[in-house]
C-alpha cells in the first residue's frame, strides 16, 4: 500500500506543477515541512520545463 500512496501523491504533486501552482503553495498542500520533499515528489520532464519557461514568457510579455 505504501507505494499506491507515493504514487498518488506524487502524481498529485505533478499535477499541481502543471498546472502552474508555485513550489510553495503545492508544499503547504502536500502538508511537507521542507520545499526539497516536495520537490523529490514531483516528476518532471524537458517538455514540463520548456512549458514553465513559456508560461514565464507569456507573463513577461
Request: hydrophobic content about 35%.
Amino acid at each position: 500500500m505504501g507505494g499506491a500512496v507515493r504514487d498518488h501523491r506524487s502524481s498529485f504533486i505533478t499535477e499541481c506543477f502543471k498546472g502552474g501552482a508555485s513550489a510553495p503553495t503545492v508544499q503547504q498542500l502536500a502538508g511537507h515541512l521542507h520545499l526539497s520533499v516536495t520537490q523529490r515528489y514531483a516528476h518532471t520532464n524537458d517538455n514540463l520545463k520548456k512549458d514553465a519557461v513559456q508560461v514565464f514568457t507569456r507573463r513577461s510579455a
